[in-house]
């Protein structure tokens, strides 16, 4: 990176205590990644959703958009957030929302539609605010449409699981 760019690589590192493959990649793009981490940084860390929800929306995208990558880079952290095995179990089968509480299967079913569809069905939007108000769901759409984008990078630029990720979604 040019020096007057450095401090974009340093505030990613320093946000998530690393730099992942996928950002060392969207560096070659520093302004770029600058605004995508920014995004991330917010979704990750500062909006609305409880953290359960965050990350059982992102492993509902993971497997909606087949992204081995972000599931495997989410897994561990959906789990020590909370998230149910079985819950777990039915997004990685591709069973959700069948199967699990409507409360935990709303947000894998608000991805799904988001992901596929590029909307919400007016049940699974009244749904969802009714659950999280209007605040998380805007937060839970960006979330999704973040993680769409994140997929859409690590396809296209062929990213690799990290050196210590073992592939788990079975895609």
Not at 14 to 28: A, D
Not at 63 to 83: C, D, F, K, P, T
Not at 100 to 109: A, H, L, N, R, Y
């Amino acid at each position: 990176l040019a020096p007057e760019k450095r401090h974009i690589f340093d505030h990613i590192a320093g946000t998530r205590g690393g730099t992942l493959r996928v950002f060392q990649s969207m560096l070659n793009s520093p302004d770029a990644a600058e605004i995508v981490g920014s995004m991330g940084e917010y979704i990750r860390y500062k909006c609305s959703l409880d953290p359960a929800i965050r990350e059982t929306a992102i492993l509902a995208t993971a497997r909606e958009m087949n992204n081995e990558y972000e599931w495997s880079q989410h897994l561990q952290i959906a789990r020590g957030e909370g998230v149910r095995e079985e819950v777990i179990e039915a997004i990685r089968s591709g069973r959700a929302p069948m199967g699990i509480p409507p409360k935990e299967g709303i947000f894998s079913q608000a991805a799904k539609e988001l992901v596929h569809d590029g909307t919400l069905s007016e049940r699974t939007f009244q749904a969802t605010e009714h659950l999280i108000g209007p605040v998380g769901i805007v937060d839970l759409i960006v979330l999704v449409g973040y993680y769409s984008l994140l997929s859409r990078v690590i396809k296209a630029l062929d990213i690799e699981l990290e050196p210590d990720v073992q592939p788990d979604l079975g895609a």
